[in-house]
């Protein structure tokens, strides 16, 4: 039973790469949620999804794009990466029901210099 | 947007003592979840509670929505308990966007 699975664990790019980031997940968990994490401003939504096909954008989308093709996955791509990017990227997911609880995956460590 | 506040911003403790961790928040909400991030990052949930009080063995909460605060109890701390404690909130119809306060970040020392 792995949870939710994020690749990779870091990552360095220079300005203006692009990558993407993965998330899955073998729960089968409906919604998913990518989250960036910078030092004192605790964890910030960047987009989630409520199920395949349907995503939406969350505090501070502005230079990542998602897309949700199986309820397995949840990549997150960076289109042009800039040194404000810098951050700890975490993706979570939870299924439908009483229970809210969210898994976190281990996160990603990204550097862009 | 919802606004989170915790408190307080730094703890040190030690081993054996009991703390309470606050959660303030700005509006109502019908999720709020505590979560231990441990010193190698990792988040694990420790309690899903829009309202009530919810027992895990040395961990407990409680969340009085109506006044807007939940309480996060740590009894007998153990060095394991070390890490940030990050409250985070969800309104009705939201409940995949989750809002999370700065953290308490606790040291428990032996």
């Known amino acids: 039973n792995a949870g939710v699975t994020q690749t990779p664990k870091f990552q360095v790019l220079k300005t203006g790469q692009s990558m993407t980031l993965q998330c899955a997940q073998d729960?089968?968990?409906?919604?998913m949620s990518w989250y960036r994490q910078d030092p004192g401003m605790g964890l910030r939504l960047i987009h989630y999804s409520v199920g395949a096909g349907i995503t939406d954008q969350g505090e501070v989308p502005n230079g990542y794009n998602v897309s949700r093709s199986t309820t397995e996955d949840f990549p997150l791509r960076l289109l042009s990466a800039a040194p404000s990017q810098t951050s700890v990227y975490f993706c979570?997911?939870?299924?439908?029901?009483?229970?809210?609880?969210?898994?976190f995956g281990s996160g990603t460590r990204l550097t862009v210099v | 947007g919802i606004q989170v506040e915790q408190s307080p911003p730094d703890l040190i403790l030690q081993e054996g003592a009991n703390s309470t961790l606050r959660c303030n928040f700005s509006d109502s909400v019908n999720n709020l979840q505590w979560f231990h991030q441990n010193p190698w990052g990792q988040l694990i949930n420790l309690f899903y509670?829009?309202?009530g009080t919810k027992q895990n063995g040395r961990l407990s909460a409680t969340t009085v929505a109506t006044e807007r605060y939940s309480l996060l109890y740590i009894s007998s701390s153990q060095t394991t308990d070390s890490g940030v404690y990050f409250c985070?909130?969800?309104?009705?119809?939201?409940?995949?966007?989750?809002?999370f306060g700065t953290g308490t970040r606790l040291q428990v020392t032996l």
């Open positions: 985070a909130v969800g309104k009705s119809g939201t409940a995949s966007k989750l809002t």
């Open positions: 729960m089968n968990h409906e919604y």
């Open positions: 979570a997911s939870r299924g439908v029901g009483a229970d809210y609880g969210y898994t």
């Open positions: 509670i829009p309202s």
